[in-house]
């Protein structure tokens, strides 16, 4: 079996020409952009961050909420997909970076702090979460919020390829203490959507995914 790594960036690759059109997918992507865009600052966001935007389901939901946003992906494929959406669109405020955030190294060279960052689906695709979250929180503003969508912890079906390297979802109890140990305050969950699907044992089953709020302090 192939000894693939955690963001698996050819395997994306791969998928990008077909990603849109499942329909769980998309289903899981409109729901959690509406709780994402709920969970906004009161404030417009001058300069957010998606992390692992990949053709951009979540991305061309919330982009017009905010002023600058920085999508950014490991894939190249699916970026491309994504680019021409947004000249297809029209869509003037979205830049495209084709980096590995879990990387400290690319990380630095992101442009400027963001005073909101979010994902979906990505987290279990990263291989040290707490050290992650830490780099996440450098990269923030004073006051600046996370919001992040996952999968809670699942019985290690959810994902077809059983050599893809993943955690097997998260503990919100577990979690709330990463987040609170990289700086983080005013951890809050909610259920943002169900996934319905056949898992990779073939039998149907129903995967909540959460959307995890947190704030950077002021100080």
């Known amino acids: 079996m192939p000894d693939n790594n955690w ?4 395997r994306f690759d791969s998928k990008a020409s077909e990603w849109d059109s499942n329909i769980v997918r998309a289903a899981l992507a409109d729901a959690v952009s509406r ?12 300069n957010a961050l998606e992390i692992g935007c990949g053709t951009g389901l979540v991305t061309m939901n919330v982009a017009p909420k905010c002023g600058l946003l920085t999508a950014v992906d ?45 994902s979906s689906m990505t987290l279990h695709h990263i291989s040290d979460t707490e050290t992650f979250l830490a780099h996440l929180s450098s990269q923030m503003t004073p006051g600046a919020t996370l919001a ?22 998260f503990d ?12 983080f305050t005013t951890v809050s969950f909610m259920t943002a959507h169900l996934v319905e699907k056949k898992n990779r044992a073939g039998q149907q089953a129903t995967y909540p995914v959460f959307l995890v709020t947190a704030v950077k302090p002021q100080s």
């Open 74 to 118: 490991t894939s190249r494929e699916m970026l491309a997909k994504l680019e021409e959406k947004l000249i297809v669109d029209g869509v003037p405020n979205v830049m495209t970076e084709l980096l590995d955030l879990a990387d400290p190294e690319s990380a630095s060279l992101l442009p400027g702090s963001f005073d909101f960052v979010f």
């Open 7 to 10: 963001s698996d960036s050819p």
């Open 35 to 46: 709780a994402i865009i709920a969970h906004l600052p009161v404030t417009r966001p001058e």
């Open 148 to 169: 992040i969508a996952d999968l809670d912890t699942e019985d290690g079906l959810f994902h077809d390829d059983e050599t893809e390297k993943v955690h097997h979802g």
């Open 172 to 183: 919100r109890m577990r979690l709330t203490a990463m987040f609170e140990s990289a700086g």
